[in-house]
């Protein structure tokens, strides 16, 4: 009985207190003249009275003891130790719970775009109006226009209303009627696998797809579609003075990847020669016989070169003149490391 007793307070203990603002289902205990008492278990009791019993009159009256009801905490004392409260109905809470649940589990939801902004869409999820904001769109639907002109910007998103998309919501508040989603978050797993498969150091074709202070804009994949930029420092001085006289819109280039970072890549237009590692490792995998010469060595390892790429031997170092050219087995290759183990053959 003791043990059922302190693990009753450890859950008290654990449960996170209530805030102005926030929602929550409630039982009614009783109901007096112009006032309505609420059981917010195990948080306490909800008091409705004053002027807020008026607001709210059109509910309260309908309500009798043992009906569940929704309540808004707009108080945490009414100086008799309840809550203070208005009512709302049990659906409106219903609706911020269900949001609550999509967002908790990360849903993916096929919504309309009702209406959009110089800012984003305007949407709704079980009846509660949401918003997408540019920068939380991918590549595929964000309005790259020139100079980023805000009206610009707006005629393009407004030719996507009555258009379903997949969103994920990423901000939540019912204190502020606040709900965000992004249509890009839906995506970030596959362009994260696409990314993956990639390396610094290799050569794309991309497209410009568009110009900016700081660079160009250019899609190096489609379906789905990804963009990158190839800032001003990595394009050729003579050409970077004027990006729109020397690079138009659906231009075809070859860049290379200089950096990767989570979903977004950068590309360079200078030193295009390809990375020797990316060559390496496209040509060879695990457990191949390459040949190469042993540069260096010491007691603990040899360095050995194959096709401009230099690896480390550990074993059988006795057996093995610098400068001597010998067949190896490649044990290990990481090329996104530049780390390459070999075994002599």
């Known amino acids: 009985m003791e043990n059922i007793k302190q693990i009753h307070q450890f859950k008290i203990k654990n449960i996170k207190p209530l805030e102005i603002g926030s929602i929550l289902e409630g039982i009614v205990i009783s109901k007096r003249n112009q006032e309505l008492y609420?059981?917010?278990?195990p948080y306490g009791v909800g008091r409705?009275?004053?002027t807020f019993y008026l607001q709210c009159k059109e509910i309260a009256q309908k309500l009798n003891s043992g009906d569940q009801v929704g309540v808004k905490i707009i108080g945490l004392n009414d100086g008799y130790g309840n809550y203070e409260i208005v009512l709302s109905s049990i659906a409106d809470t219903l609706k911020w719970q269900k949001l609550f649940d999509y967002y908790r589990r990360n849903e993916i939801l096929e919504i309309e775009i009702l209406d959009a902004n110089r800012g984003g869409w305007i949407v709704e999820v079980e009846g509660v109006k949401g918003f997408i904001p540019v920068s939380q769109l991918s590549p595929e639907y964000y309005p790259r226009v020139e100079n980023s002109n805000k009206n610009s910007i707006y005629e393009n998103l407004k030719k996507f209303i009555g258009h379903k998309i997949q969103c994920r919501i990423i901000a939540i508040d019912p204190k502020q009627n606040k709900l965000v989603l992004s249509e890009k978050a839906v995506k970030e797993e596959i362009y994260?696998?696409?990314l993956s498969k990639l390396m610094?150091?290799?050569i794309l074709t991309v497209k410009v797809v568009g110009h900016s202070p700081f660079g160009l804009f250019v899609r190096f994949h489609e379906n789905p579609s990804m963009d990158g930029l190839i800032h001003l420092s990595e394009i050729p001085e003579e050409k970077a003075?004027?990006?729109e006289k020397h690079f138009r819109?659906?231009?075809i280039l070859q860049?290379?990847?200089i950096q990767i970072r989570q979903d977004k890549a950068s590309f360079s237009l200078k030193n295009l020669e390809p990375d020797p590692w990316v060559i390496f490792s496209k040509n060879h995998k695990e457990k191949d016989i390459v040949k190469?010469?042993?540069k260096e060595k010491n007691e603990i390892f040899g360095i050995v070169e194959i096709d401009k790429v230099q690896g480390l031997i550990f074993e059988n170092l006795d057996k093995l003149e610098v400068g001597g050219i010998y067949q190896f087995i490649i044990e290990k290759l990481q090329p996104k490391e530049k780390s390459l183990i070999l075994k002599l053959k």
């Open 255 to 257: 860049a290379k990847i």
């Open 292 to 294: 190469g010469i042993l």
């Open 192 to 194: 994260k696998d696409i």
């Open 200 to 202: 610094i150091g290799d």
């Open 38 to 41: 609420v059981d917010l278990s």
């Open 241 to 243: 003075v004027d990006l």
């Open 48 to 50: 409705l009275y004053g």
């Open 249 to 251: 819109i659906g231009d």
